[in-house]
T-cell receptor, first 114, second 115 residues
């Protein structure tokens, strides 16, 4: 079965600083990978996804993520944090071979300090 | 395009009571999912429908949870009787086709509090 590890349940950055949210997966076959954002009292919104095209994926709101097979990682970055980026971020994987069940990480809460 | 609709948004019940949640997916989306998101955790899949058939319900506590999607469109998730540990946000999602790389579109969720 797939599993996802998000290191750091809480991350704080200053406004304008680099955002780095970590995600590692366990799979012998590179899966499909997703980052979702969840604002308070809302559902999940897709930020970006990796589906075996370019390893550097650009998403909405200035976020991007790089798939690194050797490190089984798919870390999310943004060069300059904005106050509106404060939210919960979830990494998810979907197994290419067994269907489209998503396995989510436990989430990382991002705080942006003015 | 309208998104995934869920109701109610909030529900408070006492333990041993029953509760039902409703979800209307994006028009034309064949696959519908129900997730349970406990505070501080990621969403966990409860059940997946393809049209009106169940694809995966391996993590659904069938002694108290049930779900149906009779006409292959909207769906209802029921808990009877509720326990304290059922307090969570219940998310509904849909996708246009049952392939692994398809984005799942999520509704706003129903926050259930069991007292």
């Amino acid at each position: 079965a797939q599993s996802v590890t998000q290191l750091g349940s809480h991350v704080s950055v200053s406004e304008g600083a680099l955002v780095l949210l970590r995600c590692n997966y366990s799979s012998s076959v590179p899966p499909y990978l997703f980052w979702y954002v969840q604002y308070p009292n809302q559902g999940l919104q897709l930020l970006l996804k990796y589906t075996s095209a370019a390893t550097l994926v650009k998403g909405i709101n200035g976020f991007e993520a790089e798939f690194k097979k050797s490190e089984t990682s798919f870390h999310l970055t943004k060069p300059s944090a904005h106050m509106s980026d404060a939210a919960e971020y979830f990494c998810a994987v979907s197994d290419r071979n067994t269907g489209n069940q998503f396995y989510f990480g436990t989430g990382t809460s991002l705080t942006v300090i003015p | 395009e309208a998104g995934v609709a869920q109701s109610p948004r909030y529900k408070i019940i006492e333990k041993r009571q029953s509760v039902a949640f409703w979800c209307n997916p994006i028009s034309g989306h064949a696959t519908l999912y129900w997730y349970q998101q406990i505070l501080g955790q990621g969403p966990k899949l409860l059940i997946q429908f393809q049209n009106n058939g169940v694809v995966d319900d391996s993590q659904l506590p069938k002694d108290r949870f049930s779900a149906e999607r009779l006409k292959g469109v909207d769906s209802t998730l029921k808990i009877q009787p509720a326990k304290l540990e059922d307090s969570a946000v219940y998310l509904c999602a849909s996708s246009p086709f049952g392939s692994p790389n398809n984005e799942q579109f999520f509704g706003p969720g129903t926050r259930l509090t069991v007292l």
